[in-house]
């Protein structure tokens, strides 16, 4: 066949999924059978946000200065609220995808970037739409309108058929829920007054419900959602509520359960009810919490303090150049006063999939 009468359009996406397929990275996690991940797409808070916000001028919730990333390749700052890595970048470099996941709002970004995965993620945000609001980040709606502009591109790419085969095939990720506890409800107690705990975490299973299914609608399939943390027992929750001896707090906690049950009921409500649907619950409380506590078993020397600063009160633009650092952030827990260090990202990550990736089959 003359090669000169194929459309330029085929040829140029046949080489992008030439390239999707060999940029393939060498993963840690053994995949179970039958199971093919083509991207990572992940929305979120500042737990997986990797430089959303670094362009958005009128939110607090943006670290694209030293001393984060420190530990990051060339110890470049690049909004990633921690050290190093992020849970969004382990995930797709132990799924063997790639080295880092970059965020959709990064100038840098290439159409190559596109089919294997990004990242939609905005710190301060959370499923209850005042929570974005308060920390002027990116609502999980407006984290949706990336979404819809992404399919757009990746349309534009491969075609609708292999758009939405990536859509389907590929691994989303959800992780919110921690901002709306400790900050819009406990914190600023901006919707105390309008609830208890209980209607208030019914408000946030409801509204992540709503999400769920509108990504579903979009063309997701495989949804993993990650629990609330084990929030009581950040560094800075402790300073504030701990009293002298920095204990845990435990409405936080408390909170956090009731959340986490809730959100595990709804998701296996939406598998029944949604056709071809891989909602999984995705449990962090329990494997975090076992760090915090017993962090000497894991080789951690400090729990309840965070590397930068006092490490008790300092994240986001209050760790910053002025601060100083631990020496060795591998002893510590916690990088700032709400973020683990990548160490423990990386005690976390591979075990979490390893035990739910069969669940997306």
């Given at each position: ?6 459309p ?6 046949l ?6 397929v060999?940029?393939?990275?060498k ?14 797409l992940?929305f979120?808070?500042?737990?997986m ?25 060339g110890?470049i ?6 050290n ?24 840098n ?21 005042l ?19 992404y ?6 790419l ?14 989303v ?18 919707r ?8 208030y ?24 959602v ?47 009810n ?9 449990d ?5 919490l ?10 951690f ?15 986001a633009?209050f760790?910053?150049p ?16 709400f ?23």
């Amino acid at each position: 066949m003359d090669r000169s009468l194929i459309p330029s359009s085929v040829v140029l996406r046949l080489m992008l999924v030439l390239t999707m397929v060999c940029w393939k990275t060498k993963g840690a996690v053994e995949l179970p059978p039958n199971l093919w991940v083509p991207a990572v797409l992940v929305f979120g808070d500042s737990i997986m946000d990797t430089g959303n916000n670094n362009n958005n001028t009128q939110t607090l919730a943006k670290c694209n200065f030293p001393p984060y990333g420190r530990d990051f390749q060339g110890g470049i700052p690049t909004g990633r609220f921690g050290n190093g890595k992020v849970p969004s970048d382990l995930i797709a470099e132990e799924l063997g995808i790639k080295d880092l996941l970059p965020a959709y709002f990064d100038p840098n970004l290439q159409p190559n970037d596109l089919l294997t995965g990004v990242c939609f993620a905005s710190g301060g945000s959370g499923y209850d739409p005042l929570t974005s609001k308060m920390a002027t980040a990116i609502s999980l709606s407006g984290q949706i309108d990336m979404f819809r502009e992404y399919i757009r591109k990746l349309e534009g790419l491969v075609g609708e058929d292999r758009t939405k085969f990536i859509l389907a095939n590929s691994i989303v990720l959800v992780v919110e829920g921690s901002n709306d506890i400790s900050n819009t409800y406990f914190l600023s107690h901006a919707r105390e007054v309008q609830y208890d705990i209980p209607t208030y975490t019914d408000l946030m299973v409801s509204s992540a419900a709503s999400f769920f299914k509108e990504i579903y609608q979009l063309g997701a399939r495989r949804i993993g959602v990650l629990s609330a943390p084990p929030i009581g027992c950040v560094p800075f929750q402790r300073t504030i509520l701990g009293g002298i001896v920095r204990k845990c707090a435990e409405k936080y906690n408390d909170a956090a359960k009731l959340f986490n049950d809730k959100l595990e009921k709804e998701l296996a409500s939406l598998n029944r009810n949604l056709p071809n649907a891989r909602m999984v619950y995705l449990d962090v409380y329990s494997p975090l919490l076992d760090i915090i506590v017993n962090y000497q078993n894991y080789g951690f020397k400090v729990g309840d303090r965070g590397c930068c600063g006092t490490g008790k009160i300092e994240s986001a633009v209050f760790c910053n150049p002025l601060d100083t650092t631990c020496q060795n952030v591998g002893d510590y827990v916690f990088w700032d006063s709400f973020h683990p260090s990548e160490n423990v990202y990386r005690k976390l990550v591979p075990p979490i999939l390893q035990k739910y990736l069969y669940q997306f089959i």
